[in-house]
């Protein structure tokens, strides 16, 4: 057990004489738990040095171990779920000493890619689709005539998603050779809630149960006959309400639930099935942050885990900066205390989402429906219907997993349902899965929807206000970590809805700026002597205020950290055409293409959305607006 982060490599030579896979399965079994030991030693290091996720890997350094050493990788198929869990997977598979590049610009991504490795089958960074990858790979080895085995790892929280039953239920029907592995550590991301999290954790962890177990094998062992009645009628109990039960049902061969931390019996269990036709599930137990004491007393807490830097002075400035996701929550409890309909939904992203005050004052009224952004939209939905104000707090990136609910059962029915949109545009070092690149683009088309992108947190604040007051489907997007340090009103003060600001009065160019970037834009402005608009709303569009620009200014340059691609600055070139203006825009937002893991500065340079690029994009567009007539003359 490791009390502590070493800050220094420690030693592993068992583990250092691991290059890949093949050399681990040199071994012998017994050797596998040193390995194992090693290994999550190590992981704690990297981690320290590099920051990322953490619980869930170190409690998955046996099964990796055990998986690689049974499995003949990268031949055969591992898929991992969500992907955070598989920094032990990257260590045995070639990159041990690329560990230390981790999520930073240039080095390994913190989930698996393709292309980083021949071992990484499967790019994932949202839950619940191993199964179905897994199966897709499966028939395909079918098709191809080989004998490749398929391995999916799926968590108890991803299993809560519809995605994952859709696969089992296919999976069993077409009989197909591969292995589902159930990692139960009664744990997704937040503490899992739900029917199936609460019938996995009844069974297996009920004190009382075991307590009556133990005592009941005491007194009945001194009677033999009376002891065999009761072992089957416990086996024949357990049958009937078991999750084994369940998976049965579906078709799958049930095996577990075993030690998950167990290295020797978990190479036992897989070299049994490996061999064993048709689709399997076996069923293992363990702990988030096995192995380190700190994650193992608060696996919510250390679900990942910041690099660890010198200590540094606090200067005053910072203290006065507050993540969104706080600003969102400070907000959700005092409208809610003003307001008894307000009900607050959340796909297991209650910590994230800033949600744990109002999770606990106001419990009738909060709802963590765990890894299902489907099921939580519409919900939302029948409670609106039923005159109820609903609020649902998701990422951008997994609200892209709900769209069509969002689309049928939210706004064609004209729903009055708010959408705090968190971790809008890139988010730094998780890298393209987790950006929210794409939300303006995709809520823009939806008719009945107004969609706020406030600039900086007090902006948030009042924006969030007017979204809750409008009567229909409402978004406010707005990024991860801090902002500006922006003074917030006490008051519930929402900003009439459609209406911009002008920041800056300047000549010729005109940027008009949706959302964050705000303070970019107020640096390039200053630069070029620009005018710089607040638009605040993407939609409706602020179409006075755009009138007002074009009749004054040159160039209109639209600024947005979202896809160009059907974005904020789309929708001005759009009104523009509408009214028959022309008028050149230049429109500044994320390229056509995934911009990798990096700090997020980095990743804004790299999509050439900083200060330096926006205002030598914008000197380019003048200087070739300037040269137009000689060249057509």
Not at 128 to 156: C, F, P, Q, R, W
Not at 205 to 223: D, F, H, P, Q, T
Not at 334 to 355: K, W, Y
Request: charged fraction near 20%; include cysteine; hydrophobic fraction near 40%.
């Amino acid at each position: 057990m490791f009390n502590e982060i070493p800050r220094q490599r420690p030693e592993t030579p068992l583990l250092d004489s691991i290059a890949l896979p093949e050399d681990l399965r040199l071994l012998d079994v017994d050797q596998l738990q040193d390995v194992a030991q090693q290994l999550r030693h190590y992981l704690l290091y990297c981690v320290g040095q590099t920051g990322g996720h953490f619980g869930a890997g170190l409690g998955v350094v046996e099964l990796t171990v055990a998986l690689h050493y049974v499995y003949n990788t990268p031949a055969d198929k591992i898929i991992w779920d969500v992907g955070h869990q598989t920094y032990p997977h990257k260590i045995l598979t070639g990159r041990r000493e690329a560990m230390l590049s981790m999520r930073q610009k240039d080095g390994l991504a913190g989930f698996p890619k393709r292309s980083e490795s021949e071992y990484d089958t499967f790019g994932v960074g949202h839950s619940s689709t191993s199964i179905s990858a897994a199966l897709g790979m499966a028939l395909g080895h079918e098709m191809a005539g080989l004998d490749n085995k398929t391995v999916a790892i799926i968590g108890d929280g991803a299993m809560t998603a519809g995605m994952a039953f859709e696969a089992l239920n296919h999976a069993a029907h077409t009989e197909t050779d591969m292995l589902v592995i159930l990692n139960d550590n009664n744990m997704s991301i937040s503490k899992n809630v739900g029917g199936l999290a609460t019938y996995f954790s009844r069974i297996w962890a009920s004190k009382s149960y075991n307590a009556l177990r133990e005592g009941s094998r005491k007194v009945l062992s001194k009677i033999p006959a009376a002891w065999e009645l009761a072992r089957k009628t416990e086996e024949h109990m357990k049958g009937m309400v078991s999750p084994g039960t369940l998976f049965e049902e579906l078709g799958f061969n049930y095996v577990g639930p075993i030690d998950g931390h167990d290295t020797a019996g978990l190479v036992r269990y897989l070299t049994n099935l490996r061999d064993i036709k048709g689709p399997k599930l076996l069923h293992i137990i363990t702990q988030k942050g096995k192995g380190f004491a700190p994650a193992e007393a608060d696996p919510v807490g250390y679900h990942a885990l910041n690099k660890i830097e010198p200590k540094q002075p606090v200067q005053d400035v910072a203290s006065s900066k507050q993540k969104y996701q706080t600003i969102f929550g400070d907000w959700l409890c005092q409208q809610a205390a003003v307001d008894e309909r307000l009900v607050a939904i959340t796909p297991a992203m209650c910590e994230g989402s800033g949600m744990v005050d109002f999770a606990r004052q106001f419990p009738e009224r909060f709802h963590d429906v765990a890894i299902a952004e489907q099921h939580a939209v519409t919900l939302a939905a029948g409670l609106a219907c039923e005159g109820q104000k609903p609020v649902v707090a998701i990422y951008s990136t997994f609200l892209q997993r709900a769209y069509d609910q969002l689309v049928h059962d939210v706004a064609i029915q004209n729903l009055d349902v708010t959408f705090g949109i968190d971790r809008a545009g890139l988010v730094g070092e998780d890298g393209p899965t987790h950006a929210g690149s794409f939300d303006l683009s995709f809520l823009r088309c939806i008719p009945n929807m107004i969609i706020a992108a406030p600039s900086d947190e007090a902006e948030c604040h009042q924006l969030l206000c007017s979204a809750y007051q409008f009567k229909g489907p409402a978004a406010v997007r707005y990024p991860r970590g801090t902002g500006i340090g922006a003074t917030i009103t006490t008051e519930l003060q929402p900003l009439p809805v459609g209406v911009g600001r002008r920041v800056r009065e300047g000549k010729h160019i005109a940027i008009l700026c949706f959302g964050t970037l705000l303070a970019n834009g107020e640096k390039a402005s200053a630069q070029l002597n620009a005018t710089l608009c607040d638009m605040r709303w993407v939609k409706p569009l602020d179409e006075a205020l755009i009138l007002d620009l074009v009749k004054q200014h040159e160039l209109i340059v639209t600024l947005e950290e979202n896809a160009v691609a059907g974005g904020a600055g789309s929708a001005v070139s759009e009104f523009l055409n509408s009214q028959g203006i022309s008028v050149p825009v230049l429109q500044l937002g994320l390229p056509d293409s995934y911009i990798d893991h990096a700090k997020q500065s980095q990743m804004l340079a790299a999509a050439g959305l900083d200060p330096e690029s926006i205002v030598a994009r914008i000197q380019t567009r003048m200087a070739s607006l300037a040269l137009r007539p000689a060249v057509n003359a």
